[in-house]
């Protein structure tokens, strides 16, 4: 839900909704990653991460944001090449892949 620019997020966990604490932004929120909100900045037709206070942690620059880990890595895009940075935004794989998968070891 979205009204004025303060976002309501909502989580399951152990079977229960939470409410997240709204989140000042001019970002629209597309998909929670743990912590870290993948987020679509209209005016540039650009995606970004912002955390749960609302601080830009990748600016929206790029065409597509993957998936931002729970160890802390994103995958972002541009043009259709992907690379990885950490959640500081250093650069720790710089964008030269088609694609880029995460896989979970169980």
Do not use: R
Request: aromatic share 16%; proline share 2%; with cysteine.
């Amino acid at each position: 839900n979205k009204s004025n620019n303060n976002i309501y997020m909502y989580k399951l966990e152990n079977g229960k909704m939470t409410k997240i604490p709204h989140i000042e932004t001019n970002y629209e929120l597309i998909e929670a990653f743990g912590d870290h909100f993948v987020c679509w900045d209209e005016n540039i037709s650009k995606y970004g991460v912002i955390d749960k206070e609302g601080s830009t942690i990748l600016d929206a620059v790029y065409d597509e944001i993957k998936y931002v880990t729970d160890d802390g890595y994103i995958v972002y895009g541009s043009n259709g090449i992907y690379g990885v940075k950490d959640i500081n935004g250093k650069t720790i794989i710089k964008p030269q892949y088609d694609d880029i998968y995460v896989y979970y070891k169980e």
